[in-house]
Nanobody, 124 residues
Framework: QVQLVESGGGLVQAGGSLRLSCVFS????????MGWFRHPPVQEREFVAA????????YYEDSVRGRFTISINNAKNTMWLQMNSLKPEDTAVYYC?????????????????WGQGTQVTVSS
């Protein structure tokens, strides 16, 4: 059974930092790409960042580029999202996801596996 488990969310003041983790497991889990998405209050879920399993390719949503960094360690079955200079508009439930048929993608529909989400709240 494939599992993706996020952690690291919490409440932080604007300008602060958080580091989200996503541990992925499952004997048959062979994703080719991993990503982070977020679901802000009263909005649709949106793309945040994506990375190839090799770590060689990364993509970021424009509003987070330069502030967030996505990384992966396959030996530890863990992906991270380092979030710096957080803003109130970054408040959302953050989800990690895995895709199995593409090298790297920002398309939510391409992802096959999802975690349960972790809440990030940034106060002003």
């Amino acid at each position: 059974q494939v599992q993706l488990v996020e952690s690291g969310g919490g409440l932080v003041q604007a300008g602060g930092s958080l580091r989200l983790s996503c541990v992925f497991s499952g004997r048959t889990f062979s994703s080719t790409a991993m990503g982070w998405f977020r679901h802000p209050p009263v909005q649709e879920r949106e793309f945040v960042a994506a990375i190839s399993r090799t770590g060689g390719a990364t993509y970021y949503e424009d509003s987070v580029r330069g502030r967030f960094t996505i990384s992966i360690n396959n030996a530890k079955n863990t992906m991270w999202l380092q979030m710096n200079s957080l803003k109130p508009e970054d408040t959302a439930v953050y989800y990690c996801a895995g895709a199995t048929n593409v090298a790297v993608t920002i398309d939510e529909g391409e992802y096959d596996y999802w975690g349960q989400g972790t809440q990030v709240t940034v106060s002003s």
